[in-house]
């Protein structure tokens, strides 16, 4: 089982190699992948090193999977030449999401859609993964009409620049910006850019990708997606207003038997899931669960993630797990 990590160097590739570790991956050969300035540098990978490859390199050692976190313009060039050598991508980045040919896939939600044939698997957007594994178990038992969500995401959603921006200005430092404005005591009602519609890139995003992997464009979505002066972690206030009528104890029974889904909510003991508890985990934390009092069949959640964890690699390096167990590999 060759498996290249395409944008080893990155945050998210970092993270990859972190977990492909951590979860014991059946690899039998690692090929990292970066930028021409990194090749020949090594990486340490179980206490093994590793040189860095070029991209013409990688693909002629003909990987059975490659993880590419390495954009989207990388991605439309490169994952097409992979998939010509016989090897099955995972592609962080936006560039294939919304293709029609090309499967969304988070584990937990709809990971049976997969095929052999299916060459180039995307994986989400950080803020859409970890809302979808909430709502999928939900929309089983009361179905969903309609999503209204605002998130908190953390600067490393926007990769390093934007971290020694936040960490330049904690400390007085004047230096490069990876925002239009001050991050650190501060907060931004923009992600990626505006479309014409008023609404971020980010904001549809997580509209269209929800539709997609929930297999069910009947749901309705609204997002103001925030960056806010965190570290690692991204958070969501959640508003879900259901065909059918629940009972919060069974909502909650049903959060704690889903997959990847740790419940914490316990506010009469302040218990409730905070960025810094997610910290590098794997999994989803939901808590605030309480109806809405002033719409009927509505439901308020508070839904935390890691985002370069489950919201990018751990996502991704699960996919690949799956399709050796399935044998799609």
Not at 97 to 118: C, F, G, Q, T, Y
Not at 123 to 148: A, E, F, G, W
């Amino acid at each position: 089982m060759k498996v290249a990590v395409v944008g080893a160097t990155g945050l998210v590739g970092t993270v990859m190699l972190k977990v492909l570790e951590e979860r014991n991956f059946p690899l039998t050969e690692l090929i990292p992948v970066a930028s021409e300035k990194s090749v020949g540098k090594e990486i340490t990978f179980k206490g093994k090193k590793f040189p860095i490859v070029s991209m013409d390199t990688a693909i002629s050692m003909k990987p059975d999977i490659a993880l590419f976190s390495a954009g989207g313009t990388t991605s439309l060039e490169h994952a097409p030449r992979f998939k010509e050598a016989g090897t099955t991508v995972i592609d962080n980045s936006s560039a294939w999401r919304m293709d029609p040919s090309v499967k969304l896939i988070v584990p937990e939600v709809n990971a049976h859609e997969l095929s052999i044939d299916n060459k180039i698997i995307a994986n989400p957007n950080c803020s859409t993964i970890q809302m979808v594994v909430v709502l999928k178990p939900l929309h089983d038992k009361y179905k969903i009409k309609r999503v209204v969500v605002s998130t908190y995401q953390s600067v490393t959603g926007t990769g390093v620049k934007a971290v020694e921006q936040l960490m330049n200005e904690r400390k007085g430092i004047d230096g490069p910006k990876a925002y239009p404005y001050e991050i650190d005591l501060n907060v931004l009602p923009h992600i990626d850019v505006f479309t014409e519609n008023g609404y971020t890139k980010e904001e549809m995003k997580m509209v269209k990708e929800t539709n997609k992997i929930m297999s069910d464009d009947s749901i309705k979505v609204t997002a103001t997606t925030v960056r806010i002066p965190v570290m690692g972690g991204h958070s969501e206030s959640v508003n879900i207003e259901f065909e059918n009528d629940f009972d919060l104890a069974e909502v909650r029974s049903i959060l704690e038997k889903a997959p990847g889904v740790i419940v914490v909510d316990d506010v009469a003991n302040l218990k409730y899931p905070m960025p810094k508890d997610a910290h590098e985990k794997d999994e989803v934390f939901v808590g605030r669960i309480r109806r809405d009092e002033s719409a009927p069949k509505a439901l308020n959640l508070w839904i935390v993630a890691d985002n370069l964890r489950k919201g990018a690699a751990t996502n991704a390096v699960q996919i690949a797990e799956y399709l050796i167990q399935k044998e799609l590999v």
